[in-house]
């Protein structure tokens, strides 16, 4: 099933595949076990994902430590306001309920721009050190342009050579590390607030097309 936003992003649904693109990228989320994983890829030609969620281990991880948040369900919701898609995620790890507003937007004044913004959270009662929201990014170090707790880039990227960005929304921080010569591993980490149960982490992957850039 597939469906056209106003701004040419489309949508389609399966038993184990959803998938949200636009503008020559696809978050493609996918059921694994008993849950949702997701990545970026390519629109065309190639399926190799340039990011990749970590995932967390409820049975071997630290539950005091979130390395991601965990997906069980997803339901197609509509977008709290303007064009756009997006979805709403929960999951389930003892003692955390999670769940994710996420949006796929452009902006037609824009049209070599996009943006997947992950809203987060995290209602939980027990102990918390650490809430974070950790990928894989397959693109070579030498790509890398910025680093900073407030934003990651690589350029150019995937074989339309765009780029790729990783933006905290304050007050999450990000951080990278090397994972090889060929990948990185980066992390959005929340800010964490011990006066309230209901912890929040909001970070955004923007995409922009190389034509942007040569016109």
């Given at each position: 099933m597939a469906?056209?936003?106003p701004l040419d992003l489309s949508w389609q649904e399966g038993d184990d595949r959803a998938v949200l693109s636009g503008l020559g990228l696809r978050l493609v989320f996918a059921r694994v076990g008993d849950r949702w994983t997701h990545s970026l890829e390519p629109s065309q030609g190639s399926s190799i994902a340039l990011t990749q969620a970590v995932e967390s281990d409820p049975e071997r991880d630290d539950a005091r430590r979130?390395?991601?948040p965990l997906y069980q369900d997803i339901h197609r919701h509509e977008?709290?306001?303007?064009s756009g898609l997006c979805l709403l995620l929960t999951g389930r790890s003892f003692p955390h309920h999670f769940s994710a507003a996420v949006s796929l937007r452009g902006d037609p004044g824009q049209p070599d721009w996009?943006?997947?913004d992950f809203d987060v959270?995290?209602?939980c009662r027990a102990p918390l050190e650490s809430l974070a929201a950790s990928y894989w990014v397959g693109v070579s170090s030498g790509a890398l342009v910025d680093a900073n707790p407030s934003r990651i880039a690589w350029d150019p990227v995937g074989p339309d050579r765009g780029r790729l960005e990783l933006i905290a929304e304050a007050p999450a921080t990000l951080a990278l590390a090397?994972?090889?010569r060929h990948a990185t591993r980066v992390q959005a980490l929340a800010k964490l607030e011990p006066a309230t149960f209901t912890q929040r982490l909001r970070y955004r992957w923007r995409w922009t097309s190389s034509t942007a850039r040569t016109r």
């Open positions: 469906r056209e936003s979130v390395l991601s977008p709290a306001k303007g996009l943006e997947i959270a995290d209602r090397e994972a090889g």
